[in-house]
C-alpha cells in the first residue's frame, strides 16, 4: 500500500535520526532549559527577525493549540475561526474542553474574512445583552489552511487591522508551514508572519520532525508565564532537548525548506496530472494537500493500492478525496499514482 492521505505517515529525515543518535548520551537540564533549545530558540529569532519573540517547543499541533489558547482567553471568552478550521472540526473538542467556545463563521476555501471577523464582533457589542454571549477575544488561523489554501500579505495585513480594532489575539496555526512557504503562490515570509500575528508556529511533526512545534509568541501578554500553561497543560517534556535538537538541525542549513520544496514539487506534478485528465476540483490548492473529485469507481479500484482521505460525497457517483504529499514522499510513487490514474480515467 502506497500512502497519500495524510503527511505525517513516515518518522524523521534521516539528518534528525543522526543528530538525535550524536546527542543521545549529552546530559542536559530538562525541561527545554538546555543548550540545544536555546541554539534553536537563536536560529527561529533570527529567521523570524524577531529578536525579542519568545520560543518554546511543544510536541504536537493540538497540546499547541490548546495551551495557547487557553492562556490567551479569560474564562468568557471564546475564539474565532473558519468553519474548517483545525480547532473547530478535528482536535476532538479540545478548546471546548479548556472552557472556551470556538465561534465558527463560514469560510471561504477555508479562511477567515476580514470583514466578516469585524461584522461579528460589530454584532456581538451592539448587542444590548452582549454580556450574556461569549466574548470574541481571539482569531485563529492556519497557513496552509485545512483546505490547502494561502493567506496573502493583504489578507494578514487585513486581519490584523480587525484584530487591532477590536482588541483581538491574532494566532496562526503553522503545523504545515512550510509547504505553505514553498508554495509558488505564497506571498509570506517568517519576518512579515512574526510581524503581524501576535503568536504562530513552525510545523515539525508534518514537516520532517519525529515530532515537535516551535511556538513564536509576539504579544507581551501572552509571554508572561506561558511556561506555567505549558506545563498545567502537559506539554512541558522533561527530555525537552530532543525537540530543540531536531529544530536546531532542520533549520540551521535550509533543510526545512528543501524538505518542503520537495513535498510541492510532487505535489504541483500529480496536479498538472489531474488536470491534463480533465478532473476537476473541490479547491484549488497551491501545496501538498490535493482535493480531486473522482467517480467512485475510479477510487475503489485506486483504494487497492493506495491510501488517501475521503473529504466529501459529491454526488452520488463522485466523491472529493485527498492526496497528500510530504517531506518523505517519492517521485516513483507520484509517477506510479499518475499512471494509474491515466488508465483508470482515458
Given at each position: ?21 550524536e ?7 530538562g ?60 482536535e ?18 477555508g ?26 477575544a ?13 493567506y ?17 489575539l ?52 501572552l ?8 506545563k498545567?497543560?502537559g506539554?512541558?517534556?522533561a ?23 520537495h ?21 484549488d ?41 510530504s ?12 499512471e ?7
Amino acid at each position: 500500500m502506497i500512502r497519500f492521505n495524510s503527511d505525517y505517515l513516515e518518522g524523521a529525515h534521516p539528518r534528525i535520526l543522526e543528530r538525535l543518535m550524536e546527542t543521545n548520551m549529552a546530559q542536559t537540564p530538562g525541561y527545554g532549559e538546555d543548550r540545544f533549545c536555546e541554539r534553536a530558540r537563536d536560529i527561529i529569532r533570527a529567521l523570524c527577525d524577531a529578536p525579542d519573540a519568545d520560543v518554546h517547543f511543544l510536541v504536537g499541533g493540538t497540546q499547541t493549540n490548546a495551551t495557547v489558547l487557553s492562556a490567551a482567553l479569560l474564562p468568557y471568552q471564546g475564539v474565532i475561526s473558519a468553519d474548517t478550521g483545525h480547532i473547530a472540526v478535528h482536535e476532538t473538542g479540545a478548546i471546548e474542553a479548556s472552557g472556551h467556545k470556538v465561534i465558527a463563521l463560514p469560510g471561504r476555501d477555508g479562511k477567515l474574512d476580514a470583514g466578516q471577523v469585524s461584522e461579528y464582533c460589530r454584532e456581538h457589542f451592539a448587542d444590548e445583552s452582549h454580556e450574556h454571549m461569549v466574548m470574541p477575544a481571539a482569531v485563529y488561523i492556519s497557513n496552509p489552511t485545512e483546505v490547502g489554501t494561502l493567506y496573502s500579505r493583504d489578507e494578514l495585513n487585513a486581519l490584523r487591522a480587525v484584530c487591532d480594532r477590536w482588541s483581538l489575539l491574532l494566532f496562526l496555526d503553522g503545523a504545515r508551514l512550510g509547504y505553505g512557504l514553498a508554495s509558488p503562490e505564497n506571498t509570506l515570509d517568517l519576518p512579515f508572519i512574526a510581524g503581524v500575528c501576535d503568536v504562530f508556529y513552525i510545523g515539525g511533526t508534518k514537516q520532517g520532525l519525529l515530532f515537535g512545534e516551535a511556538l513564536v509568541i509576539q504579544n507581551a501578554a501572552l509571554k508572561r508565564n506561558f511556561r506555567y500553561s505549558i506545563k498545567q497543560k502537559g506539554g512541558m517534556l522533561a527530555k525537552g532537548r530532543l525537540l530543540g535538537i531536531q529544530f536546531e538541525e532542520i533549520l540551521k542549513d535550509g533543510l526545512y525548506m528543501e524538505l518542503s520544496e520537495h513535498a510541492i514539487a510532487l505535489a504541483m506534478k500529480l496536479k498538472a496530472a489531474l488536470r491534463a485528465l480533465n478532473v476537476p476540483f473541490l479547491v484549488d490548492s497551491p501545496t501538498n494537500q490535493q482535493f480531486p473529485i473522482l467517480p467512485n469507481v475510479v477510487l475503489s479500484m485506486l483504494g487497492q493500492k493506495y491510501s488517501y482521505a475521503t473529504i466529501k460525497q459529491v454526488d452520488a457517483q463522485r466523491t472529493a478525496v485527498r492526496f497528500c504529499t510530504s517531506w518523505a514522499t517519492r517521485e516513483t510513487d507520484v509517477d506510479r499514482l499518475i499512471e494509474d490514474l491515466k488508465a483508470l480515467i482515458q
